[in-house]
RNA sequence: CGGGAUGUGGCUCAGUCUGGUAGAGCGCUGCGUUCGGGACGCAGAGACCGCGUGUUCAAAUCACGCCAUCCCGACCA
């Protein structure tokens, strides 16, 4: 039976509904593929379920040829779990909360390693039933503080996330790998421009991860990545490299300049006539409670990420404008390393050549020229690299050239040690009986953001130009005058042609205007086109467009099935993809 | 959480400043003409103008409160 337009619920609309701002959002909506509830939170229609079908099944394919097996865990989370993580305490926000009737508290579950490891605590007591990997594809609920750009990021929505549990620390490698592998050729067999990255493995914590980004100019994140090795690295995490000599210890004295009301690096720099690159800026920060300082040059910007990491603390804070006045005297604006009471000092590597800087002075108003830290200040500074790369930067592996392209991450993956296992009691016995903590890993993909970020990289003026793997439908067959029982037939014959050809189609059999139609096709991106009207039959052909290229074939109606297989062959090798007939791999 | 903006038929918006009969386009229903890149004509249906309170003879319009949605920001001294 085919799938016919005439009855699809797929209400398309000719204007972007007005609070829309990204185009996947935009075009998400006017191809009648998601419909808003409330803030954050979709109904996902016929077409756009299809599209997310189509990739949780590709990802489900790769997860399962990868030896993890797939589950269901619940939404509804006890709040009594995630206090043995610790993590009800520090989750924040995101997590929503609630109490059943009897006041016991649940949670909406934003993510599932305390459940899933909750699951395997129960039952694995051996080294014998390990590895062992559980995924499941699932909706998902996470209290954004701002949701924004439809289904990129939003509220509720659904993700693969897999989680590894290994005896030993190889076994935990190995498994990351095998994750890592199966995302390369999930995102592979998309049709996806993307890039894998190292990334920071924030707050969900752990000791190492991968992103996975979508390139698209609309995204969210700023990735560095070399152009001449493969180094790529989420911005936040990537590394600045350089020769960083301690300079001599000689030039003019310390002195004291005053700087009335000029609190911004600017500010300073203009009033003293000096370049932001002589100014060092002082960030104080609340790390667990502690005052800390970090220095960076003023030109530069300290990444938070890089700072927390090389303090080792759990929670870094900017110091408020009451806690600044208390630890440096001064008015925020005036902060300086020099005699300055906070229990420890960073400074971005760079500043080891540090001679001849202005600094705030703890003071009101004042500012002192001429710093050399290594002579000036007596505190023990702890040299670090604290800054965020630019694109001036060379690559940290090679020294090659930089490019910061921005990227939507799509996929993460994380080895994450025994942070859950251990505070939950996932245990085991060893060959020599003796009782050990299993080593976990964890693996998210935003099945729902795939869509979403397959759109920003690949759309027009006309609508979204979806890779046909990830398509609602791969083919439609636009049926010109389907009063007429012969053209009707006919294109039937083209949608059964199509199919045998392997593309799963849709009949436009709308009694609307041929215009309507072209505009619908073109607007909800069908990679594959084939018009059937009674001008092109009676020349015996149908008129075939490949939605990528814009490119029209003719193909003949009498040989319609094998030229159409061969034709949409060559609209997969179009996208550097392969069919999977095995007749010929593009790429 | 701070700042800004917006809320008017299903959708996109005008009308609000200057209070006085609720508008347009799209979409929808019917009829007719059209029919290969979002057709045209005619006739229709459809709105507690976000909610509440107040001011007024009279409120979509003014005031206050609330709610919702969108955007920017969340401490880079």
Known sequence: MTTKMSTLYAPTLKEAPGDAEVVSHKLLVRAGMIRKLTSGIYTILPLGLRAVNKVAAIVREEMDRAGAQEILMPTVQPGDLWRESGRWEHYGKELLRFEDRHGRDYCLGPTHEEVVTDLVRGEVRSYRQLPLNLYQIQGKFRDEIRPRFGLMRCREFIMKDAYSFDADEAGAEKSYRAMYDAYMAIFSRLGLRFRPVEADSGSIGGSFSHEFMVLADTGEDTIAVCQACDYAANLEKAEVRGKFDPSPEEGPRLTEVPTPGAHTVEEVAALLDVNPTQVIKTLLYDADGQPVAALVRGDRELNEIKLKNALGCAELRMASPERVREWTGAPVGFAGPVGLGVARILAD???????????????????????????????????????????????????????????????????????????????????????????????????????????????????????????????????????????????????????????????????????????DADLIGFPLQCVVGGKGLARGVVECKDRRSGEKTELPVEHFAREVALWRRAVWCGWGLGTGDGVEECR
Do not use: W
């Open 349 to 519: 590597q760079e500043l080891r050549t540090a001679t001849d800087y202005v600094v705030g002075a703890n003071k009101a108003d004042a500012h002192f020229r001429h710093l050399c830290l290594g002579r000036d200040v007596a505190a023990k500074i702890e040299y670090r690299d604290l800054r965020t790369i630019t694109a001036k930067d060379p690559c940290p592996r090679c020294s090659g050239p930089l490019g910061l392209p921005r990227g939507i991450e799509v996929g993460h993956v994380f080895k994450l040690g025994t942070k859950y296992s251990e505070a939950l009691g996932a245990r085991f016995l060893d060959e020599a009986g003796k009782e050990r903590t299993t080593i976990m890993g964890c693996y998210g993909i935003g099945v729902t953001r795939v869509v979403a970020a397959c759109i920003e990289q690949n759309h027009d003026e006309a609508g979204i130009v979806f890779p046909p793997p990830v398509a609602p439908f791969e083919a439609v067959v636009l049926c010109l005058d389907p009063k007429d029982e012969t053209v009707l037939a006919r294109a039937e014959e083209v949608a059964a042609a199509l199919r045998a050809a392997g593309a799963d189609v849709v009949l436009d059999d709308r009694e609307e205007r041929p215009g309507v139609k072209f505009k």
